[in-house]
């Protein structure tokens, strides 16, 4: 940064926590995910847009963080590989299938592919051969070969199927629950109703 240069706050949601980031105009997203706000899962390869290490979600779809300023994700929320796991540290179905299927080798370039997967399987859960090649063609990566990255996306697509079903399935459950319990104290409420009315007759008969 150039000393004596203006600062601009930016608030940003990141992962789900307001986070808060004073930067020069010129400062871009990506240095300031890693700098100003240490999350370093964000890798930084070309800086030119080309590789797609850099992608993170941007109000849900993938941009590349090393082609904006951080002054314009202004009011934004930012999902960053970090933020891809569940709180309780559970892998995210994409997460999942890359280590279930040896999707990367060195890692450079995986946080940019989980973010890209991530947003596109949400456009397309159940993409085929070419869509998941088209899905991650603008991602670069030196190691792998792709054939493990593209095994992996449908590897994610099956895996967001089956817990997308068992959350259908639990809300499911649960209404049925919750119906049955309405149902029960309901019927409760009638045979204590019935009940009274019997005990005020009965009363008012003994009078
Ligand atoms: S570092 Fe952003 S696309 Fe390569
Ligand atoms: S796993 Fe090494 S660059 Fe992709």
Request: negative net charge; proline residues 2%.
């Amino acid at each position: 940064m150039t000393s004596g240069e203006a600062l601009h706050e930016v608030h940003m949601t990141v992962n789900g926590a307001a986070m808060i980031a004073r930067v020069p105009a010129r400062r871009l997203l990506s240095d300031c995910i890693r700098h100003d706000l240490g999350l370093t899962g964000t890798h930084v390869g070309c800086e030119h847009g080309v590789c797609g290490a850099c992608t993170i979600l941007l109000d849900g779809a993938a941009a590349r963080s090393c082609l904006l300023l951080a002054v314009s994700a202004d009011g934004a929320e930012i999902t960053t590989v970090e933020g891809l796991a569940a709180r309780d540290g559970t892998l995210s179905p994409v997460q999942q299938a890359f280590a279930e299927c040896h999707g990367l080798q060195c890692g450079f370039c995986t946080p940019g592919f989980l973010t890209t997967v991530t947003a596109g399987l949400q456009a397309t859960p159940d993409p085929d051969d070419e869509q998941v090649r088209d899905m991650v063609g603008g991602n670069l990566c030196r190691c792998t070969g792709y054939q493990n990255i593209v095994a992996a996306v449908h590897r994610a697509a099956e895996i967001g199927a089956a817990v997308h079903e068992a959350a259908v399935h639990e809300a499911a459950v649960h209404e049925a629950a919750e119906h049955g319990a309405a149902v029960i104290g309901a019927a409760v409420h009638g045979a204590a109703e019935t009940r009274a009315a019997e005990i005020a007759r009965s009363r008012a008969g003994g009078s």
